[in-house]
């Protein structure tokens, strides 16, 4: 026994030091890999908080802009507040880039390019907020047309992409460090198997806590992908406000002109036919043939003037919907443009109850209806029809022309986004129908009383 003990006891020295061993180097591999994970973890979290700062002053300066923009379009000072706040935002934003850049040496140059061209977009808007005040219309419309701008704004966009993925690259970097200390640590807990109550206690540890920060990121990313989203939200409907404002802005000058055109332009053509009428009766009842003959071709040129001044003013403002209703109207918009086209437009009106706003609205679609039949369809017959759907009314225009393939047109032409902004925006539906070779049909859906009364 004596023996035995005596054999046995350097053994369990043996396995006791070659198990102390053992935990010392799991615990070695464990510390390590958790001070580079601790060390990469927070690189990460910066970079996610440079992201973070990065998108917020690409919005930022967005939000200038469309302010400094609404400012010059409307000259409504109310578009200053938007401006003005996010320009007292951008610098801040800017500082905590910088604080956050400081130390790492990464991305260095792009950032220093990214603060020179912001500052270059900040001037630039408020230059031409400046001059926009100081009333040079010429001056910032001629800032405004040119590329400039354009091209700043392109450059800052560039830039935050690019450090933008700059960090992501960055974050998979620290991603893939993580990775590599957790492989080392399994192959310790592996390697340790004799320590297997310590080495599982220590793993279960690890793992729980990459659990809990790899949920704080997942709880992080949601929120940012909520906020995000409800940012997207808010601005969609601020902008399609602003569409509705600057469509009413447009009737309103469309008004303005016609009632010019009317006021101004009429009085002299009626002055210059009276004048006219007066020299005939000068002249007598046997003027020179000459005399006669350019006094009948000045009164023929004024009688077309007086004429294309109604057309244009029926246009800009038709007349015959407070006059005669919109059946009446359209029947006349039908029959004019009949006559200027040559296509023949046949009308099914049945009598509907709607509001101005929505008269003009349905007038407005047809017009524009058989604007793009006379520019693109090449058809030879086109009908309009107007007819109520239970508490709805139903209008479209149909032409037997060339059609298109819908997929490979842009929204924005054809004036389609106008019109389908301008029924949506009256709680309408729109829809458009067309195939290559087959003929177009636009149609609405309106409700007969506004969705705003």
């Avoid at 908080?49 to 010059?72: M, T, W, Y």
């Avoid at 934003?93 to 990464?106: Q, S, V």
């Avoid at 390019?113 to 977009?121: F, P, W, Y």
């Avoid at 279960?204 to 949601?222: E, G, P, S, Y």
Wanted: net charge neutral; hydrophobic share 45%; with cysteine.
């Amino acid at each position: 026994m004596q023996v035995n003990h005596s054999k046995a006891l350097p053994t369990s020295a043996i396995s006791l030091l070659l198990a102390l061993v053992a935990a010392c180097v799991l615990i070695g591999i464990n510390e390590t890999g958790f001070g580079r994970a601790s060390a990469e973890l927070d690189g990460m979290g910066r970079e996610v908080r440079i992201r973070g700062e990065l998108n917020r002053l690409l919005q930022q300066v967005l939000d200038a802009e469309s302010g400094s923009r609404g400012f010059l379009l409307t000259a409504d000072a109310r578009y200053l507040e938007p401006y003005n706040a996010s320009v007292r935002r951008i610098g801040p934003t800017l500082a905590r880039l910088h604080d956050a850049h400081a130390g790492t040496g990464a991305d260095a140059k792009e950032l220093a390019e990214l603060d020179h061209d912001v500052q270059a977009k900040l001037a630039e808007m408020e230059s031409l907020v400046r001059m926009r005040r100081e009333g040079k219309e010429d001056a910032w419309r001629f800032v405004l047309m040119s590329d400039e701008g354009k091209q700043r704004m392109d450059a800052v966009r560039a830039e935050v992409d690019g450090m933008i993925a700059a960090s992501a690259a960055r974050i998979e970097a620290g991603q893939a460090q993580v990775r590599r200390s957790l492989a080392y640590a399994r192959a310790g807990i592996a390697f340790v198997a004799v320590a297997a109550l310590v080495a599982f206690a220590l793993y279960l540890r690890q793992t729980t806590a990459l659990k809990a920060i790899d949920q704080q990121q997942q709880l992080a990313l949601q929120q940012e992908r909520d906020l995000l989203e409800h940012q997207v939200r808010d601005r969609t409907a601020a902008l399609s406000e602003l569409a509705t404002h600057l469509q009413q802005v447009r009737e309103d000058e469309r008004g303005h002109l016609a009632r010019e055109l009317h006021d101004e332009l009429g009085a002299l053509l009626t002055a210059a036919k009276l004048d006219v009428a007066r020299l005939k009766s000068r002249l007598g009842t046997q003027p020179p043939p000459e005399a006669a003959q350019r006094l009948q071709h000045l009164v023929d040129t004024l009688n077309s003037g007086i004429a294309l001044k109604r057309r244009i003013i029926e246009d800009l403002r038709p007349s015959s919907l407070a006059n005669l209703g919109l059946t009446a109207s359209l029947e006349i918009l039908a029959r004019e443009f009949s006559e200027r086209s040559g296509v023949h437009v046949a009308t099914e009106l049945e009598a509907v109850q709607l509001d101005e706003a929505h008269q003009l609205t349905v007038y407005r679609l047809v017009q524009e209806s058989l604007t793009n039949v006379a520019k693109y369809a090449k058809a030879r017959q086109a009908r309009i029809r107007v007819q109520p759907q239970g508490a709805d009314v139903a209008v479209s225009v149909r032409d037997d022309g060339q059609g298109f393939d819908a997929a490979r047109v842009k929204p924005s032409t054809h004036g389609l986004a106008g019109m389908r902004h301008r029924v949506e925006a009256a709680g309408g539906r729109f829809s458009i129908s067309t195939r290559p070779g087959g003929g177009t049909e636009v149609a609405a859906i309106l409700p007969m009383r506004s969705p705003h009364a």
